[in-house]
């Protein structure tokens, strides 16, 4: 790889807070010689109406170098197309967010990979997804996303929503689009059963009109064990769960019962 890439990416990885041993796992992996042909591929898709797609084979930590060289492109075109720079900023350091709160693995190369294309933004408190489809009104929509940047406050939600339109707008032209879908555990209606109705995950749950409840399989779990105590399911008997969500989630599994991940969509 030219040296200059190499700085470019050691001032990313710097930027999204990796430590040095994180930092030097990356470079340590033996075949880079498929990062700038991807690089170039993630940055000719920057702002494009299709997603990248992944060569065959290639590493996971080769993949997480050509996103993390990428992200210097990515910022010249949200600077070019009217992103402010605090949404960008936001965008780009959920990267290093989700890398230090549930890996590369559990996360998986494809959202990264979302964002570097100026797929993904955050708008406040979420984070909005171009390219979705809502099912029961057969228009195109945005996916809502929750990052885990404390508290999902009413207040909060209304102000990153409100934001959508005319931030989608303003960097896409004039869109149609005024749907937000989500798929999420937080939409599992088997949740009312241990949050009180004031909690801010039910109040984000009757945003949604449910249009598929979720299934009784290991996906919703899996989801319930990455977003609520950072671990693969096959990890979770080690828990001493803290709060009553916790306390729920570990008891609505011991008693043989899953966790879904339902989808719901709501009007602007
Ligand atoms: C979404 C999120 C911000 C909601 O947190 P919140 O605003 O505190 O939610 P609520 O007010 O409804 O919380 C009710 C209870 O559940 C607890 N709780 C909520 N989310 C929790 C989580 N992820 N892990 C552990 N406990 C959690 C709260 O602490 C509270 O319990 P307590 O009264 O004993 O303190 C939080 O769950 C989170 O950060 N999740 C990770 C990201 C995520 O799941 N995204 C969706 C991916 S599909």
Known sequence: MPELARETI?????????SHTESQALWAECDLSSVPSQVEVLTAHIGAADAAPWPRGMSPNAALL???ATVPHTECWNAG????????????ADIGTKLRLYGLELTGIDWFASIVQARVFTLGRLQFE???????????????????LGPL???????????????FDAVFGDTTTRTIVCSSWLLDAQLTEYLPADSNILDFQRRFTIFDGGHDTDAGDQDVAKFIFRRPLSELA??????????????????GRHWREPSGYLRL
Request: with cysteine; glycine share 6%; charged share 15%.
């Open 130 to 148: 171009v390219g979705a489809f809502c099912p029961p009104t057969d228009e195109s929509a945005w996916a809502l996303h929750v990052p885990e």
């Open 153 to 167: 406050t009413p207040a909060a939600c209304d102000d990153s929503i409100g934001s959508a339109a005319s931030f």
């Open 66 to 68: 050509a996103i993390l």
């Open 238 to 255: 080690a828990v001493t769960p803290k709060t009553r969500l916790e306390t729920a989630a570990l008891g609505h599994l011991a008693a």
């Open 10 to 18: 050691t001032d990313v990885i710097a930027r999204m807070g990796l």
């Open 81 to 92: 197309h009217r992103v402010p720079t605090e949404v960008t900023e936001a965008t780009i």
